[in-house]
């Protein structure tokens, strides 16, 4: 139930992000999700694509740094509440996440968020005991 | 007023009856009494008897530093041990640094010609000096301090820092002469206005200046800032601390002491001598140090000799103030830093890549370092905790080997210039030159 992130190092200066995202459109490569964490100066893009390991490549053809993180995806109802109570099944778990992002799965009205763990089989049990739906990997690179 | 004005203002020919009386004697000293010069000396097939005349100089070899720090630590000394009443050295920061040894005579000739440099600034036995310079194995706050008890100055022997202390101490003492570098005398006039001193209606009279390039923009700045002339201080360790050369009241050059220090210009390509006006790298040579005379020492500072007779009466030559460097030595803070240096570190780190620029910048009136360093996919990492934990250690080796913290920033890999011969590896944004 492991979803393929591709994480890319990013100098914080104009031009940088167009020049990855760019690199991904001339190869044609749709970007299904993305989150970026910034400090002062660097920044690391985070993308969900179809196909994570030609993006890589092409990526690294281009001179990025590009490393491929394992991450969780899980299904919620798109009303407020929906986040807080996963939070809290993790929180109770004394799980401590790295990094989460979310959006809207369109076809299906939820939200969908991805989240990060330095243990992700963990977090997996302890999702699957909260009875929390994993979305399957196929189904995030389809989005 | 004119310190020795027998030795300061004498003929040229006199000058250089003396010159080639003291370099003869010198080259003699150094083949009798230091094996690596007997040594140079045989390699060459020189002899002190081929010394005839001062141009004589040409036929033998130079010092470089390479040479002091193989005959690390006391390998130089032309005198017994029990007569070196004192050590100094330099920084250090390339390797094993430069021991310099000084006998009593030694340590008089130099308290001599600081004395003639601070007296060219316009000081004499009333003022009070508050030598800021470091006091230690540094050649900077001693070699000032033995000058101004020379002539007779109070001496106020407060070192670096304490920057708060240093201007309590300017107004409550009524300091009239401050040594500073440049870039702390910027920092102390911005301290200064916090603490509501105004320098401008202090007793100063003069500034001297050290151990740091600067441009005449910079020396204008703190003539206002601080409402007082500032005379430029040239020495080195090597040859034996600051007052090698010192600039007079007419501030266009500094009169280097040429009955002690025997000055030539080469070419830095073909070590060949120039002529008098050209710029070049400066050579000295000691010629009456008895502990450790260096002779024909390559200082790689970038200048040019003006022989004309100078306004303030002196005839001894003077030399502009330097306008670079034949390496690729920086200046940071005062602080000497080679690249080599910060190559050594990053190659500590594994997963760094070698390449790297370093950008200088003076922001805030104080020197500022930056090392870009490129990311390898080693180095990088998904977390931003991470990859400033890696940041942080990077900073702390290059701190380890040079002694300054600086400011690292991870680029992009293949983002920093690649050029086809020598790397540029400095970016020099402070406009020294």
């Known amino acids: 139930m492991k979803i393929k992130q591709l994480s890319i190092f990013l100098e914080n200066k104009k031009g940088r992000l167009w020049k990855a995202l760019n690199t991904l459109a001339e190869g044609n490569i749709n970007i ?26 092409l990526l690294e053809e281009n001179n990025f740094v590009v490393k491929t993180k394992d991450v ?52 997996i049990g302890v999702l699957n005991e909260g009875g929390t739906s994993l979305v399957p990997p196929e189904e995030v690179y389809d989005l | 007023m004119i310190w020795n004005e027998k030795a300061e203002c004498m003929s040229r020919d006199d000058l250089e009856e003396i010159q080639l009386k003291r370099l003869q004697d010198v080259v003699h000293r150094a083949y009798q009494n230091v094996p690596h010069y007997h040594q ?22 130079f010092t470089t530093k390479d040479d002091l720090r193989q005959v690390y630590p006391f390998g130089m000394f032309a005198v017994p041990k029990k007569d070196i009443i004192e050590i100094h050295t330099s920084s250090g920061t390339t390797g094993k640094p430069v021991v310099s040894g000084y ?8 308290s001599e010609i600081m004395a003639r440099g601070l007296t060219m600034m316009g000081i004499d036995e009333e003022d009070i000096i508050q030598n800021t310079h470091g006091y230690g194995l540094f050649t900077g706050g001693f070699g000032v301090h033995y000058g ?31 040594i500073f570098t440049p870039s702390y005398g910027l920092y102390l006039s911005e301290v200064a206005e916090e603490e509501g001193f105004d320098p401008t209606n202090s007793q100063l009279k003069a500034i001297g200046f050290g151990a740091e390039m600067w441009t005449d923009e910079m ?59 050209q710029t070049g790298e400066l050579v000295l040579t000691n010629l009456s140090r008895q502990g450790m005379p260096v002779i024909r020492f390559i200082t790689k500072d970038i200048t040019r000799l003006n022989y004309d007779v100078c306004g303030c009466g002196r005839t001894l030559v003077k030399m502009d103030r330097i306008t670079g460097r034949s ?52 180095l990088f990492s998904d977390e931003v905790k991470e990859m400033v934990a890696i940041k942080n250690k990077i900073g702390s080796y290059i ?17 920093l210039p690649r050029s086809e011969g020598k790397a540029v590896r400095v970016i020099d944004k402070r406009n020294l030159y």
């Open chain 1, 32 to 57: 299904r999700a993305l989150s970026i964490a910034d400090t002062s100066d660097f920044g690391i893009l985070r993308l969900i694509v179809p196909e994570p390991e030609k993006a890589k490549k």
């Open chain 1, 72 to 123: 969780v995806a899980i299904e919620l109802l798109d009303h407020p509440g929906g986040l807080s109570d996963v939070l809290k099944i993790l929180n109770d778990s004394d799980i401590n996440l790295e990094y989460l992002y979310a959006f809207v799965h369109e076809k299906k009205d939820k939200a969908i968020v991805l989240l990060r763990t330095d243990n992700l089989d963990q977090l």
């Open chain 2, 40 to 61: 140079k000396f045989e390699d060459i097939g020189v002899f002190p008897e081929d010394i005839q005349t001062l141009e004589d100089i040409g036929k033998l070899p």
């Open chain 2, 103 to 110: 006998t009593l005579e030694d340590i008089e000739l130099w």
């Open chain 2, 148 to 178: 101004a008890q020379k002539m007779g100055s109070t001496v106020i022997p407060i070192s670096t820092g304490q920057t708060r202390r240093q201007i309590e101490i300017m107004n409550d003492f009524g300091t009239t002469v401050m």
């Open chain 2, 219 to 277: 020396r204008k700045e703190i003539e206002k800032r601080f409402g007082a002339p500032a005379f430029n201080i040239y020495g080195l360790t090597e040859i034996m601390g600051p007052g090698v050369a010192v600039e007079c009241q007419q501030q266009n050059g500094l009169h280097i002491c040429e009955d002690h220090f025997y000055p030539e210009i080469i070419d830095s390509k073909t070590s060949k001598i120039m002529e008098a006006g």
């Open chain 2, 327 to 378: 390496d690729d030595m920086l200046k940071v803070r005062g602080v000497a830093v080679f690249p080599s240096q910060i190559e050594k570190a990053l190659l500590k780190i594994d997963g760094v890549e070698p390449h790297y620029q370093i950008i200088v910048t003076r922001p805030n009136r104080l020197d500022e370092m930056e090392v870009q360093v490129e990311t390898s996919p080693i």
């Open chain 2, 399 to 415: 701190e380890n080997e040079i002694g300054l913290r600086v400011n690292v920033t991870l680029v992009e890999p293949k983002s």
